[in-house]
């Protein structure tokens, strides 16, 4: 995306103003989770994890109808500017996703 | 009557009439207006001040406007303490929804993120746009995701008119668009939805046959 050179700066203003209310460390992992919804396809979604995350056909297919089913599930993990990065991956795929520490 | 996606030499095919063609250019549009107007009501609210900067590039050209509010907003996150307003718009904030369950946070994130999410969806709809142009609707494989996410952010915005907020709702949708009569425009934006559900289900069908498998289950992204 447009902003690769920005998000290091946008990294270094997050974890800063995190900092003080919730001691939030730059190495602490992340997780990406996304949420069930009526509206995307569950062909689409597949296609959304097997192409994003090179998740395996089976795994994808997993991760889907774990969404379907559980209402959600976490589909990668990393620190915080890859769980920033791949939600806004997710919600430019039209995915409700949100990012949360693990 | 259309054909759906189907594989092609070097991509994807589906043979539309040209009202069809039309009507989903016109529905990428509507859509790029809702997102332009947030783009606005964002810039403006988050106190950006670089109107009276007196940059020469204002109102020169379409381009370079849209680039330079582009990294003024992104700049107006950066060292605002303000948070974005949300969305008013249902669709809008269906399209820019929030990043996190913590509400302070999402704050944060959306101040960071929007408009980088916002203008790459533009990117994706005046793509398609572009590729609705030519008959029958060639989509290279390099194109397709775009193409893709521009057609599934279309169906977000009919689904969140027609209030599809549960799968009982979404079931109660398709079968409006099967009676097949001349209705409403509510029964209008219901065969439309349905429409467009089969036409995104048969390119992304005819794209998953193309992912490549990648090494075993668990290993994920390794090189």
């Given at each position: 995306m447009s902003t690769a050179a920005g998000s290091t700066l946008t990294q270094e203003q997050t974890e800063f103003a995190t900092e003080s209310s919730?001691?939030?460390?730059?190495?602490r992992p992340y997780c990406v989770v996304v949420w069930n919804d009526p509206v995307n396809l569950m062909s689409y979604v597949s296609w959304v994890f097997r192409s994003h995350f090179g998740h395996s056909k089976r795994r994808a297919h997993e991760l889907m109808m774990q969404v379907h089913e559980q209402g959600r599930a976490v589909v990668s993990e990393g620190d915080r500017e890859q769980a920033e990065r791949d939600v806004t991956a997710m919600h430019r795929y039209g995915l409700q996703s949100t990012l949360e520490e693990s | 009557m259309a054909t759906a996606f189907r594989a092609a030499s070097s991509g994807y095919r589906a043979d539309l009439q040209k009202h069809e063609r039309r009507l989903l250019s016109s529905l990428c549009g509507d859509v790029t207006e809702l997102l332009t107007r947030r783009g606005r009501e964002a810039s403006r609210d988050s106190g950006d001040g670089t109107e009276d900067s007196g940059r020469p590039s204002r109102g020169s050209g379409g381009e370079a406007d849209a680039l330079f509010a582009h990294f003024s907003a992104e700049l107006a996150g950066l060292d605002s303490e303000e948070p974005l307003p949300l969305p008013s718009d249902p669709v809008v904030r269906r399209l820019l929804p929030?990043?996190?369950?913590?509400p302070e946070e999402a704050d944060q994130l959306r101040r960071l993120t929007e408009s980088s999410l916002r203008e790459s969806q533009l990117a994706d709809l005046r793509g398609a746009r572009m590729m609705l142009e030519t008959s029958p609707v060639t989509i290279p494989e390099s194109g397709a995701a775009a193409f893709g996410r521009a057609l599934n952010t279309v169906r977000l915005t009919l689904a969140t008119r027609l209030e599809i907020d549960s799968d009982e709702a979404a079931a109660q949708v398709h079968r409006r668009a099967g009676t097949g009569r001349v209705g409403d425009s509510e029964q209008f934006m219901a065969e439309i939805y349905t429409f467009i559900t089969w036409l995104q289900e048969s390119l992304f069908e005819a794209m998953l046959e193309y992912v490549p498998e990648h090494g075993t289950e668990e290993e994920g992204s390794d090189t």
């Open positions: 919730e001691q939030a460390r730059p190495d | 929030d990043a996190s369950e913590d």
